[in-house]
C-alpha cells in the first residue's frame, strides 16, 4: 500500500477580491521509507504541499490518501487524530514548550493519544535515548543547545511511531554543522522505516534525500529519484579534516 | 546510528502496523490530572500575574462573604433583641382619639385600663397578660441613688417578657392584690445600687416609701431601639398607682400599655385579631371607626426587621458581586492575553494531535483554576475580616456557609464564563497560522 498517493491536489486561498491558487493539480504517490525532499523558492506551495500532506488544512480540490485512507474531507477534529499517530512534525524554530523540560516535550504527543503516564514517560525516554539525549531528559529547552533541541522535536515526532515525518526546514536555525548532525539522524531514522518528507530550499539539505521534489508557481515541475549522500559520512570526514587542521 | 534493536524492531513493526491499519481508531482525550497539572504550570510561569490577576477575584470572594457574614450576624443581633422583648408578644398602646371632632396624637389621653388588661385574659389563646404603668423616679438605697424608670405590672409580666431570676423571686398574685411595697430590680438599677452586694432583702425607697427588694432580673442587654432594659425596678400595679405615681381621678385605672403573651404554637396573627375585636366591643367602637388603641404584634416587626436587615445585606453582597464581576473580567483580559502570547505553542499541539475540545478544555481549566486559586484564598480572607469586623462592631459574626459555598461555585463559574471566550479563540485557531505566528 502507497504511503502517500494524490490526485490532482490543489488548494486556492482567498486573496482580496479573488483567490490565489497556492497549489494546482499535483498528483504523485510515495512509498513507505522513502526520503522526499520538496523544493522551491518562497510562494513556490512547497509550503502548502507540506501543510496538506500534513493534514493541517484541507485541499479545495484533489484527493489524498494516506495510507489508502481518504484524508481530504475529513473534519479537524478527525485530522488532529490522524496528525496525532500517522504523523509526526519537525520544524525550523523547534517549537518546543519552554516550560516543559526535554523528556515532557517529548511526551507531550502521547498525552493527546492517551498513553498512560508511566509508559509515555518510558516511551519519551527511550526516544531521547535515541536521539542522544539520555543524559539531558530533565533540561529545559533554553538549557539545551538549538541542535540538542532539535534533536528533542524529533523525538518528539517519533514517539508516537508515525508513518511520516513532515520536516520543514528542519536545518534552517542551525550552523551547517548541527545541520548535518541533523540530517544524518534523519538518515539513521529513514533506515529504520520511517518516511520522510522534507521541505527546503536549500540544495545542499536536500542532498541527502533520495527523491527530490521541486515546485514552481504552485506546480510539481520535477519530481526525480536520487542517490542520497551519506550525512554521517560527511560528518566523519569534516570531524577529520578537523583533527587534521588542528 | 547504532539505535537499540528493541527500538528499531519497534519503529519497523510500527510501519507495517500502519501500512495494514484500515482506519485509525478515535483519538482519546486529555486527561484530567494532566489538564490540571499543566494549568498549574502555565499560571507558575507567570506568578505575579497569577497573582494580580487571581487578586480580584479574591478581593470579590472576601467581600461577598464578608459582607453576607457580617450582615447575617447584624441580622441576627437585631432579632435576638427582638426576641429578647420576648416571645410570642403582643402589645397595645393606646392609639388616637377623636374629641368633639380634634384628632389628638396617639397616646395624647390614655384610655386603656387595667380592666382591659384583665379582659384580655378570656382571649382564648392568651395565656398571660400585664397591664403596665411606668414613670422616671429616683430611687435611693443608703447613700447611692439612681434615676429609673419605675415601673408598676402585673405578675404575669415575668412571663410575658420571658424574664428570668438573677436572684430571689418575684412578687405574688397575692402581693400584687394587696399592693405590697416590694420590687423586682432590673441588673443595671441593683448594680447601680448595691454593686456586688446583694440586693435581695435589701430595702430602697421610691419617693421616700420604702420597698423591699425581693428579687433581681437576669441581664436582657439593650433592646432594638438601644434601651438598656435592665434599667427598670418592677412593682406591683396597684402599689404603682397608689404610693408611687398618685392617683389620676379621671384615670384611676389606666395603665400605659398592655403585653400579652399568645399560647406558644398558636397563630399570633388570629390571636391578634381575636384581641382586637375584644378591645374594641370594650371602648365601644362602631364599625366604621378607626381603632382607638395600637395593637403590635412583636413577630411582625421582628420579620419587618429582619426583612429590612435582608435587604441591606443582599445590597451590599450585590455591590461585592459587582467586584467579583470585574475580577471576572480581569481573568478574561488575561486569558486573552495569554493565549495570544500563546498561539504558537496552541499551533504546536494542535499539529501534534490536540483536538480542538482539548484546546478549549486547557485554557478553561487554566482560568477555572484561576479563579478558583483566588476564591479559596478569598475565602479565608472573607472569614478573616468578618471576623475583624464583627470584633471593631461588636456583633456576633455568623459565617454563612452557603455564602462560602457560593462565593467558591460563583469564582469557578466566573473563570469558566470569563474563560471560555479565550478559550474558543485559542481552539479554533487555524494550525497553521498559529505555528507561524510570532
Known sequence: MLLIETQGLTKHYAAGEGTVAALSGVSLAVSPGEFVAAMGPSGSGKSTFLNLIGCLDRPTRGEYRLVGEDVSRLPPDRLAGIRNRRLGFVFQSFNLLPRADALANVELPLVYGSVGRRERRERAAAMLALVGLGERMHHRPSQLSGGQQQRVAIARALVNEPDLILADEPTGALDSRTGLEIMALLQGMNREGVAVLMVTHDAEIARFASRCLRFHDGRLVADEAQAPAAASAELAALDDGGARAA | ?438
Open chain 2, 1 to 438: 546510528m547504532n539505535a537499540p534493536v528493541a527500538l528499531s524492531a519497534r519503529l519497523a513493526r510500527g510501519t507495517e502496523a500502519g501500512q495494514t491499519r484500515a482506519a485509525p481508531v478515535a483519538a482519546g482525550g486529555l486527561d484530567l490530572l494532566e489538564a490540571l497539572r499543566s494549568a498549574l504550570g502555565a499560571l507558575a510561569a507567570n506568578k505575579l500575574r497569577a497573582v494580580l490577576t487571581g487578586l480580584g477575584i479574591f478581593i470579590g470572594v472576601a467581600a461577598v462573604i464578608a459582607t453576607v457574614s457580617v450582615g447575617a450576624g447584624a441580622r441576627q443581633q437585631v432579632l435576638g433583641q427582638i426576641q429578647s422583648l420576648g416571645a410570642n408578644l403582643l402589645v397595645i398602646w393606646p392609639g388616637s382619639v377623636n374629641q368633639a371632632g380634634v384628632r389628638l396624637g396617639a397616646g395624647q389621653r390614655p384610655n386603656l385600663t387595667w380592666d382591659d388588661a384583665q379582659a384580655l385574659l378570656e382571649v382564648p389563646g392568651i395565656v398571660a397578660v400585664s397591664g403596665n404603668i411606668r414613670g422616671q423616679n429616683q430611687v435611693v438605697a443608703g447613700n447611692a441613688n439612681w434615676s429609673t424608670s419605675v415601673q408598676g405590672s402585673d405578675p404575669d409580666l415575668f412571663a410575658v417578657q420571658d424574664w428570668a431570676l438573677e436572684d430571689g423571686r418575684f412578687f405574688t398574685a397575692e402581693e400584687a392584690r394587696g399592693a405590697r411595697k416590694v420590687v423586682v430590680l432590673g441588673a443595671t438599677v441593683a448594680e447601680a445600687l448595691f454593686g456586688d452586694e446583694g440586693a435581695v432583702g435589701q430595702e430602697i425607697r421610691v419617693r421616700s416609701t420604702p420597698f423591699e427588694v425581693i428579687g433581681v432580673l437576669a441581664r436582657k442587654g439593650q433592646n432594638p431601639m438601644g434601651q438598656d432594659q435592665d434599667d427598670v425596678a418592677v412593682i406591683p400595679f396597684w402599689t404603682a398607682r397608689r404610693s408611687v405615681m398618685g392617683a389620676n381621678r379621671v384615670w384611676a385605672r389606666g395603665v400605659n400599655w398592655i403585653s400579652l403573651k399568645v399560647e406558644d404554637g398558636a397563630d399570633m396573627a388570629e390571636a391578634a385579631e381575636e384581641v382586637r375585636s375584644l378591645m374594641r366591643q370594650r371602648h365601644r367602637l362602631a364599625a366604621n371607626e378607626p381603632d382607638d388603641f395600637n395593637l403590635r404584634n412583636m413577630s411582625d416587626v421582628a420579620a419587618t426587621f429582619d426583612a429590612s436587615a435582608k435587604t441591606l445585606s443582599m445590597l451590599l453582597a450585590s455591590a461585592a458581586a459587582v467586584s467579583l464581576l470585574v475580577g471576572g473580567i480581569g481573568v478574561m483580559n488575561i486569558m486573552l492575553v495569554s493565549v495570544t502570547e500563546r498561539t504558537r505553542e496552541i499551533g504546536l499541539r494542535l499539529a501534534i494531535g490536540a483536538r480542538r475540545r482539548d484546546i478549549l478544555a486547557q485554557f478553561l481549566i487554566e482560568a477555572v483554576v484561576l479563579a478558583l486559586l483566588g476564591g479559596a484564598v478569598g475565602v479565608a480572607a472573607g472569614i478573616g475580616l468578618s471576623h475583624a469586623l464583627g470584633r471593631v462592631a461588636g456583633w456576633p459574626v455568623l459565617i454563612q456557609m452557603d455564602a462560602v459555598a457560593l462565593a467558591v461555585g460563583v469564582s469557578a463559574l466566573t473563570g469558566l464564563f470569563f474563560g471560555f471566550w479565550p478559550a474558543r479563540r485559542a481552539a479554533r485557531l487555524d494550525p497553521i497560522a498559529a505555528l507561524r505566528h510570532d
